[in-house]
């Protein structure tokens, strides 16, 4: 992306991985049963402090059979932190069922571990707690017979973006995709379809499109004759001066209308009056299915303050579901920039997407074998200055944006010396279609190894940040990730893509495959230099293997691919001694690099069936001749 007017930059260094114990994998039944493989609960001394929550959990007792709320079980521990200090790490065990918030679960400096000790929010042993964000929706009545729309009562004042029905992520009602029409003007778009100046709520009308990397989404402002405008700043924002090539120059489809509520599965809030409107399969009847509408933007924020980090605070086993963000929905839309980062206000301001669990200012923060699933916004983000955070055998599906924001594009606030490892990401950028699986911005000491993404409209790891300034870090190691479907949306990305100068660096024994749009299934874009390429498996890639963009100094070596085609647009970059496949026939090397990537045995994912798993199904059927073509 050539983005000359943003200077920021990126960089990274080295971290010792240490393995997380392994336990059994438990059989997925439905992703909100599903038990993660991970269960890395501490050893509890006798004299050790451990309480217990429950979702009825109340009163003060916090024990096995007398369990508290999740809220007193925090105030409990920071009392006891504050009186007596810790000599010994505390528990609290959350016991399986849906915790429903009705607001955001914070944890601050007050409730970080002391004298080296650690705070532990574990799944109790065999169950699955759920953090959720989420409200059941019942009462159903049938409202239009001859269309079979039902409806039921939400209350005004509630808004939403998303819907789940029996745990999966419903289709907000919408028309046709690439319509007709819909030619770009001054304030919007022209020659669109002269019935939408009789629909209702106009306002709420969401205009969505897609230029190369990005994704837009405006609201509209009015709609005369067949004339159409939207809201600023979203139109400001994604079509004017900062904005290259235009911007927001195509309607990819139009989204929230009543009168878009044409298919089965569809649905439809009119937060006005407060009534959702949903069209079930035929014959079907909404009263025999579970409905869940998110309210929450964040679940979880964990912050630091001022020069005190939140630190020694462990998670795992936990399920973080069911959040909104209602900012798209609004006169600011959703203006992308890039990877989750979007224009917002008059001043064209960036933000990041937030998530559904939020760090700040952390230190010894872990995460391991949880669960994040049904979100609206981003997964989990890592920021101002976070250090030694360890997010390792998570699983992230179904997620609107990124799955993991590790970092900020602020070259002040530097996070650093962390690991991501064995995580399983996959079916995210569900609604903003630029979200990434890993994206990492001004860092420092981060590994991103063994995780495993899958089915993404975007980039799957995205590293840096800057457009071409200098950098004073480095040291960063991406490898051993598997990568498979992506890049099926949007252009101009790649399996790994890296922004600014990173000297120090590597991508090794990495596993990318099928990646049908632009650029490079590995990708030193604007001012990318200091990277060591080597041991990495690309296959199926409709483009190059590799694609260097004004950058300089990067030496790409041993690695293996089945297209041949490369792009050097830089100075002092040595390419050499590339494996060119052809009719399948794999070195020993480069089928022991696609073995080894990915998530690791023991951890939630690994071992999953795939169309790129090596083996004799997969490695004859690539067409070489047509590089175009052999990612299909």
């Given at each position: 992306m050539r983005i000359s007017r943003l200077l920021h930059l990126v960089a990274l260094c080295t971290f010792t991985f240490i393995p997380v114990p392994e336990t059994a994998h438990a059989r997925l039944q439905s992703i909100l049963n599903f038990i993660p493989a991970i269960l890395a609960h501490p050893t509890i001394k006798p004299d050790a402090g451990v309480l217990y929550v429950?979702?009825?959990?109340?009163?003060?007792g916090c024990t096995i059979n007398t369990p508290c709320s999740l809220t007193t079980a925090r105030d409990r521990v920071r009392s006891l932190i504050s009186s007596q200090g810790m000599s010994t790490d505390i528990t609290v065990y959350l016991r399986g069922g849906t915790y429903r918030l009705n607001s955001t679960f914070e944890l601050s400096s007050a409730d970080s571990g002391t004298n080296g000790h650690t705070i532990h929010?574990?799944?109790y042993p065999g169950e699955t707690p759920v953090i959720s964000g989420g409200t059941i929706v019942t009462g159903w009545s049938l409202y239009d017979v001859n269309h079979e729309i039902y409806r039921a009562r939400t209350g005004t004042g509630i808004n939403f973006r998303?819907?789940?029905?029996?745990?999966?992520?419903?289709?907000?009602?919408?028309g046709v995709e690439n319509p007709e029409g819909y030619n770009q003007n001054a304030t919007g778009f022209t020659d669109i379809d002269p019935l939408m100046q009789g629909w209702n709520n106009?306002?709420?009308?969401?205009?969505?499109g897609f230029n190369e990397w990005r994704s837009f989404r405006c609201p509209v402002a009015g709609i005369s004759g067949t004339s159409m405008s939207l809201q600023n700043p979203c139109w400001t924002n994604s079509s004017g001066a900062y904005q290259p090539d235009d911007g927001f120059t195509k309607v990819a489809w139009i989204e929230n209308s009543y009168e878009l509520l044409d298919e089965p599965g569809e649905w439809y809030l009119d937060h006005h009056f407060g009534y959702l409107y949903y069209k079930p399969a035929p014959n079907g009847n909404p009263d025999q299915e579970i409905f869940i509408y998110p309210r929450l933007q964040t679940l979880m924020s964990i912050h630091g303050t001022g020069p005190v980090p939140v630190k020694n605070i462990h998670f795992s086993g936990i399920t973080f579901a069911h959040t909104t963000w209602l900012t798209p929905s609004g006169p600011n839309g959703y203006a992308d920039l890039?990877?989750?980062?979007?224009?917002?206000?008059?001043?064209?301001?960036?933000?990041?997407?937030p998530a559904a669990v939020q760090v700040s200012q952390g230190s010894t923060i872990t995460f391991t074998g949880n669960t994040f699933v049904h979100l609206g916004g981003a997964g989990l983000t890592i920021a101002e200055n976070s250090t030694d955070i360890q997010i390792i055998g998570n699983r992230f599906e179904d997620i609107?944006?990124?799955?993991?924001?590790?970092?900020?594009?602020?070259?002040?606030?530097?996070s650093s010396h962390s690991i991501i490892s064995n995580n399983l990401i996959r079916e995210i950028g569900r609604e903003y279609h630029d979200g990434v699986g890993i994206f990492a911005g001004y860092v420092k000491s981060v590994i991103i190894e063994h995780n495993e993404l899958r089915n993404l409209p975007y980039s799957g790891i995205s590293i840096g940040w800057g457009w071409g300034m200098d950098s004073s870090a480095g040291d960063n190691i991406i490898r051993a990730n598997w990568m498979e479907d992506y890049m099926h949306t949007l252009h101009d990305g790649g399996g790994i893509y890296t922004l600014s100068p990173q000297p120090r660096s590597e991508i090794n024994h990495n596993y990318l495959c099928r990646q049908p749009h632009s650029h490079g299934a590995i990708y030193p874009d604007e001012g990318t230099s200091g990277y060591l390429i080597h041991d990495n498996v690309i296959l199926h890639t409709g483009d190059s293997w590799l694609f260097i963009h004004n950058g300089d100094n990067n030496t790409a070596?041993?690695?293996?691919?089945?297209?041949?085609?490369?792009?050097?647009?830089?100075?002092?970059?040595?390419?050499?001694?590339?494996?060119?496949?052809?009719?399948?026939?794999?070195?020993?090397?480069?089928?022991?690099?696609?073995?080894?990537?990915?998530?690791?045995?023991?951890?939630?994912?690994s071992g999953q069936p795939s169309f790129c798993r090596p083996g004799a199904t997969i490695l004859f059927v690539e067409d070489d001749a047509d590089p175009e073509k052999s990612w299909n």
């Amino acid at each position: 992306m050539r983005i000359s007017r943003l200077l920021h930059l990126v960089a990274l260094c080295t971290f010792t991985f240490i393995p997380v114990p392994e336990t059994a994998h438990a059989r997925l039944q439905s992703i909100l049963n599903f038990i993660p493989a991970i269960l890395a609960h501490p050893t509890i001394k006798p004299d050790a402090g451990v309480l217990y929550v429950a979702p009825s959990g109340n009163g003060t007792g916090c024990t096995i059979n007398t369990p508290c709320s999740l809220t007193t079980a925090r105030d409990r521990v920071r009392s006891l932190i504050s009186s007596q200090g810790m000599s010994t790490d505390i528990t609290v065990y959350l016991r399986g069922g849906t915790y429903r918030l009705n607001s955001t679960f914070e944890l601050s400096s007050a409730d970080s571990g002391t004298n080296g000790h650690t705070i532990h929010y574990n799944a109790y042993p065999g169950e699955t707690p759920v953090i959720s964000g989420g409200t059941i929706v019942t009462g159903w009545s049938l409202y239009d017979v001859n269309h079979e729309i039902y409806r039921a009562r939400t209350g005004t004042g509630i808004n939403f973006r998303q819907l789940y029905v029996n745990g999966q992520r419903a289709v907000r009602a919408r028309g046709v995709e690439n319509p007709e029409g819909y030619n770009q003007n001054a304030t919007g778009f022209t020659d669109i379809d002269p019935l939408m100046q009789g629909w209702n709520n106009k306002e709420d009308i969401e205009i969505v499109g897609f230029n190369e990397w990005r994704s837009f989404r405006c609201p509209v402002a009015g709609i005369s004759g067949t004339s159409m405008s939207l809201q600023n700043p979203c139109w400001t924002n994604s079509s004017g001066a900062y904005q290259p090539d235009d911007g927001f120059t195509k309607v990819a489809w139009i989204e929230n209308s009543y009168e878009l509520l044409d298919e089965p599965g569809e649905w439809y809030l009119d937060h006005h009056f407060g009534y959702l409107y949903y069209k079930p399969a035929p014959n079907g009847n909404p009263d025999q299915e579970i409905f869940i509408y998110p309210r929450l933007q964040t679940l979880m924020s964990i912050h630091g303050t001022g020069p005190v980090p939140v630190k020694n605070i462990h998670f795992s086993g936990i399920t973080f579901a069911h959040t909104t963000w209602l900012t798209p929905s609004g006169p600011n839309g959703y203006a992308d920039l890039q990877a989750g980062f979007h224009f917002i206000g008059e001043d064209g301001s960036i933000e990041k997407t937030p998530a559904a669990v939020q760090v700040s200012q952390g230190s010894t923060i872990t995460f391991t074998g949880n669960t994040f699933v049904h979100l609206g916004g981003a997964g989990l983000t890592i920021a101002e200055n976070s250090t030694d955070i360890q997010i390792i055998g998570n699983r992230f599906e179904d997620i609107s944006s990124s799955a993991i924001q590790f970092g900020d594009i602020d070259p002040n606030s530097i996070s650093s010396h962390s690991i991501i490892s064995n995580n399983l990401i996959r079916e995210i950028g569900r609604e903003y279609h630029d979200g990434v699986g890993i994206f990492a911005g001004y860092v420092k000491s981060v590994i991103i190894e063994h995780n495993e993404l899958r089915n993404l409209p975007y980039s799957g790891i995205s590293i840096g940040w800057g457009w071409g300034m200098d950098s004073s870090a480095g040291d960063n190691i991406i490898r051993a990730n598997w990568m498979e479907d992506y890049m099926h949306t949007l252009h101009d990305g790649g399996g790994i893509y890296t922004l600014s100068p990173q000297p120090r660096s590597e991508i090794n024994h990495n596993y990318l495959c099928r990646q049908p749009h632009s650029h490079g299934a590995i990708y030193p874009d604007e001012g990318t230099s200091g990277y060591l390429i080597h041991d990495n498996v690309i296959l199926h890639t409709g483009d190059s293997w590799l694609f260097i963009h004004n950058g300089d100094n990067n030496t790409a070596t041993d690695n293996f691919t089945d297209n041949g085609h490369f792009v050097n647009q830089g100075l002092s970059n040595v390419i050499g001694n590339t494996t060119i496949v052809q009719a399948g026939n794999w070195p020993q090397d480069a089928l022991t690099i696609m073995q080894n990537a990915g998530v690791s045995t023991g951890y939630q994912g690994s071992g999953q069936p795939s169309f790129c798993r090596p083996g004799a199904t997969i490695l004859f059927v690539e067409d070489d001749a047509d590089p175009e073509k052999s990612w299909n």
